[in-house]
């Protein structure tokens, strides 16, 4: 699709962080954007400001009834979409002793299954016009896993292996999957956006203890700009090859190589074990 064809987006998480930069540069560019929040009042500026771009829908992922009245009315009212970006999604600091399921089952349910329950709402329709982007928002640590955030990881390690089929699956009809690895962005993830297990165990001080403690004192300060990141998503979706996996920032950019040099010297070192696992070749 040429960069001067004006797209219709449908983006989740559409009142905060990306979502909201997103929306705005989209709407800027002249695309059409179905806006989406679970409150609706917090889209009210663009509603009021780009009243024949911007169609504002409450949507809350975690509900099926929501996700189908949404995709219903986007589709009624812009006949089609061609980037869905499954943004939607929040982080649970905390040991895996201390998130009590109360507490980590919501992640899943947000991050997770809501992104899963949209994107299989939109399939028909892009199978059919047989062209589309699907963005979905992962994280580093859908990459590498850290003490602290390990229902966060488990989600977004998810989202990454559900993308990887995804992609395979679509590829011969013509739609890309595009998977978004940022590192520390400045956004209200680390603040309003982020939560913390309420049971703290002081054995888990030095590893998830110090997770608990990065949320504190680096929230406005992360090195990486949201502007930028969102930039760089839209020049993706512009992309006539889209990248399988967008790795945003210097810090998770470092940080998944320095993973990746890891990896080769352990299956390096391993390698013998790891093929002589196999029943003997025939003779």
Request: hydrophobic fraction near 45%.
């Amino acid at each position: 699709m040429s960069e001067n064809i004006q797209r219709v987006w449908f983006i989740t998480g559409s009142s905060a962080g990306f979502g909201r930069i997103l929306t705005d540069k989209a709407l800027r560019r002249g695309d059409k954007v179905v806006a989406t929040a679970r409150t609706i009042e917090h889209l009210a500026d663009f509603a009021a400001n780009y009243p024949d771009l911007c169609l504002t829908l409450p949507l809350d992922v975690t509900d099926a009834a929501s996700v189908d009245s949404a995709v219903s009315q986007a589709l009624v009212h812009f006949g089609h979409i061609d980037v869905l970006v499954n943004n939607a999604g929040y982080g649970l600091a905390g040991a895996i002793e201390e998130a009590t399921e109360a507490e980590f089952m919501p992640v899943f349910e947000t991050n997770v299954f809501g992104l899963i329950r949209l994107t299989r709402a939109l399939l028909p329709q892009f199978r059919k016009q047989r062209s589309g982007n699907i963005v979905n928002l992962s994280s580093i640590a859908g990459l590498i896993g850290s003490p602290g955030w390990g229902y966060y990881n488990a989600s977004k390690f998810a989202v990454n292996g559900f993308s990887e089929a995804l992609a395979a699956e679509l590829a011969p009809l013509g739609i890309h999957v595009t998977i978004v690895e940022p590192g520390p962005f400045r956004t209200e993830f680390l603040g309003r956006s982020g939560q913390e297990a309420k049971l703290r165990i002081a054995d888990y001080d030095p590893t998830a203890g110090k997770t608990r403690e990065y949320m504190a004192d680096q929230n406005g300060k992360q090195k990486g700009d949201p502007v930028k990141a969102v930039d760089a998503i839209i020049a993706a979706v512009d992309a006539p090859f889209p990248p399988r996996h967008l790795v945003l920032g210097s810090v998770a950019f470092n940080r998944f190589h320095q993973r990746l040099d890891q990896w080769k010297q352990e299956l390096a070192a391993w390698q013998e074990t790891s093929l002589g696992a196999d029943f003997p070749e025939a003779e």
